[in-house]
């Protein structure tokens, strides 16, 4: 175990997934120092620094402020989200990283991330994961399909209000992760980088799952039926136009098409092997989170 290495953790207050802030929080529970790097100063920063993380707020494509960022660090988390920009911010990181003699990157990817996918997201992550390639430091690449969180994102609100679920994804099926687990695995990497290095992971949850089985999963544990009600995806996308920007809609209504061919199923034990415990399960997911499904 690293003793008192420095940890780097990007991301540390991200909304779904909270994937840094989550393998912030377990890195402190470990009683290891961590540089929390945030886009802004808010009470999750300030919750981080109360459990004595050191805070730095600035933008991962800010070449100066990451160069700060990485003194002292040899082990870090870098995460983005989806939003324009993964590719600057990527190469600031690598080269930031190779100048201060970072030895090991853990890099959030995605599942549908490859050269030629309609999404643009998922385009960059591909070119995201070469950049740190070439970097020559050590990296370890986790690809996960959705997060449980975005069930509640997308989902919370007409299952409370009308007991229904209405997503694009036909009868395609995934097997979604917690945020927490992710962490975990970030974690157990990041402690024993040399066991990982050059690997690409696929992070998901115990069982992979249709939205109607899902469906039954929530009335079964809400104790009141839940019906999968699928939509167009370009309905689904008019409906969310009015709260999110253009290049996240791009991405997931393109994700919605891929969910449809199937592309997103498939499930491993990396959250057990890597993160030391097993995934979370969805009954479990949904039991934590009945008030924001339930009220």
Do not use: C
């Not at 975990?184 to 939205?211: A, E, N």
């Not at 009600?229 to 809609?249: H, N």
Request: aromatic fraction near 8%; charge should be positive; proline fraction near 5%.
């Amino acid at each position: 175990m690293p003793g008192q290495e420095l940890f780097l953790i990007t991301g540390a207050g991200g909304v779904v997934g909270s994937t840094g802030n989550h393998a912030a929080r377990q890195l402190l529970e470990r009683k290891l120092p961590v540089r929390a790097f945030v886009h802004r100063a808010d009470r999750r920063a300030e919750e981080l620094s109360a459990l004595g993380a050191e805070i730095v707020v600035g933008d991962l494509r800010d070449m100066e402020a990451v160069r700060r960022t990485m003194r002292g660090v040899k082990r870090a988390y870098f995460t983005y989200p989806i939003a324009d920009g993964l590719l600057e911010a990527t190469t600031v990181f690598a080269a930031a990283g190779k100048e201060a003699g970072l030895e090991a990157i853990v890099n959030m990817s995605q599942m549908a991330a490859r050269p030629d996918h309609l999404s643009p997201s998922s385009r960059q992550h591909w070119l995201a994961e070469r950049i740190f390639d070439w970097s020559g430091i050590g990296v370890t690449h986790l690809r996960l399909p959705f997060f449980l969180e975005t069930l509640i994102k997308f989902s919370a609100d007409t299952i409370r209000t009308q007991s229904k679920i209405y997503l694009p994804y036909g009868q395609g099926r995934h097997a979604p992760v917690a945020g927490e687990d992710v962490g975990r695995v970030i974690v157990g990497v990041l402690l024993d980088p040399g066991s990982h290095r050059g690997k690409t992971y696929l992070l998901t949850g115990p069982r992979s799952f249709s939205m109607a089985e899902m469906a039954e999963v929530f009335s079964r544990v809400l104790g009141k039926p839940v019906q999968y009600v699928d939509i167009p995806v370009e309905r689904w996308r008019e409906i969310l136009a009015r709260k999110m920007p253009t290049y996240f809609l791009d991405h997931i209504t393109r994700i919605a098409e891929a969910y449809q061919r199937g592309e997103l199923d498939g499930v491993s034990d990396v959250v057990q092997q890597v993160g030391g415990s097993p995934p979370k399960s969805l009954e479990a997911f949904i039991a934590e989170h009945r008030k924001e499904f339930a009220g």
